[in-house]
């Protein structure tokens, strides 16, 4: 009898390990999904349009947006609940410094639903002085996958 029992416990441990590590606990995918992106210039920086986005179930709480310079870079880490209003809910995340400018990223849920779709976008521009970024400088903004570390997609690459 207590052989039996034994066997039973050490089969429901190994089933629930097993489950574990194959299908997780139930969170965040860890395949980064892919995504395309478009850019406008706005007044002292640059629009980012995410056109595309292969998973509906990104909430921007698993995301980072990062601004690099070649050298230096910014990120900012926006949370789901500053985007989840119901109708579009834009957030303005903190100054951070990139090299010798400080920028600002603004981020706007289209949807409002707390999730990175489609027709979202984000800002990014120049702060406390600057009117540009520099004119001889390239520079590239991506949103960052939080689970993997990746980069969604390519991003979007600009010159000041």
């Known amino acids: 009898v207590i052989a039996t029992i034994l066997m039973v416990a ?22 980064t999904p892919a995504a395309t992106y478009s850019k406008q210039t706005i007044a002292n920086g640059q629009r980012i349009n995410i ?25 900012w880490s926006p949370a789901t609940a500053d985007l989840d209003g119901g109708a579009a809910v834009s957030h303005n995340y903190s100054t ?10 603004w981020i706007y849920d289209v949807g409002g639903n707390g999730y990175v779709s489609g027709s979202d976008y984000f800002t990014v521009f120049t702060y406390g002085g600057a009117t540009a970024f520099s ?14 570390g990746e980069k969604i997609g390519t991003g979007q690459s600009f010159t000041g």
């Open 10 to 31: 050490i089969t429901v441990v190994l089933a629930a390990v097993l489950y574990v590590m194959v299908l997780g606990f139930g969170g965040t995918s860890q395949t």
């Open 135 to 148: 004119g001889s400088g390239s520079y590239s903004a991506v949103l960052i996958y939080v689970p993997t």
């Open 96 to 105: 951070q410094s990139l090299g010798t400018l400080t920028v600002c990223c």
């Open 51 to 75: 056109v595309s986005i292969t998973k509906t179930d990104v909430g921007w709480d698993d995301i980072k947006v990062q601004l690099s310079d070649g050298t230096n870079f910014a990120e």
